[in-house]
């Protein structure tokens, strides 16, 4: 149950904290996107919160908690997992999702580095969070051994990474959703492996005929985050997420919260704020975007889709979009954001 008078202060406590900033101009926002201290949220506009959906009975609904940027023991990351936790105890997620850089900042040496106890078995306990995590690679993982991320597949009954790049298929009532997890590192090169992943990808998409399809990556291909978009990932993904109606696409390495509206029809998430955090903007695409440690709620149910951003006190925003016939999920975009 959300405090409203509570709600309405700490929103006047940074926009007072913002205006402080402002006048330091574009020299002071670049400090402040470079180091852990100084965190602000530039350009914010006014915006409707949304209505919090209400979770449906398991089998009728799809239930999933996204987080990335997960793998610093840090204050921060401490305080996201137990709002997570919290969540999870009465939103009864289906899965999970970790958008990658799941170990900093070098990875795992093996499938025996004490790390996949310390950072996600122990760190996501099965008594609060007993469901499958699928789980993608960030920049940090691939410095390590990324192919024992792979195989810790086969020894935890939660860890889901079958592959570098995969697809699954969740249900949620007569609703069917394909979920496209991608390894965006190899993605940024021009190799072989990358195009062979990129034909894999458009052969998978083809087939799909799933009511919802979510691509999976680390890196976004639209965001106002510090990182910016990677020159080959903008290009290469939005023409396929176009072609192929992709309802929305996940990512992490921003080490903040975004939701952003593409130009032709496909949502970009952010929620990469699971441990780091780092400054934020927003741009013309911008619907919501945060600089504050927290997580994603997806819900698919006989309603539509919903997109809740959460921060580790209280919810933030919730986009709603009712259930169409078209996949493409930012058609009711306008009915949420106050121009």
Known sequence: MEQPKQTALRWTRRAFLGSLLAPLGYIGYRVAAHNQWIIATRGRRAFDAGIEPNPTKRNVGFSMLVVGDTGKDTFRRTAVVEAMRKHAAWSRPDAAMLLGDNFY???????????????????????????PFYVCLGNHDVHGD????????????????PARYFRASETAGDQTIDIFVLDTNTLLTDSAEADQQMRWFRDVLSTSDADYKFVVGHHPAVTGGQHEVAERIGRVLPPVFEEFDVDVYLSGHDHDLQLLQSDSGWLQVVSGAGSKLRSTTWIDETVFAEATPGFCWLLVDERGLSLSYYDTEERLFTHNVPKVTS????????ASVLH
């Open 105 to 131: 900042e070098r990875g795992v040496d093996s499938i025996d580095d004490p790390r996949f106890d310390r950072d996600f078995e122990a760190l996501f306990d099965a008594d609060s969070f007993d469901m």
């Open 146 to 161: 990324a192919e024992a991320q792979v195989q810790y597949t086969d020894r935890s009954k939660r860890w889901r990474m």
């Open 327 to 334: 996949n493409r999920a930012s058609e009711s975009l306008a």
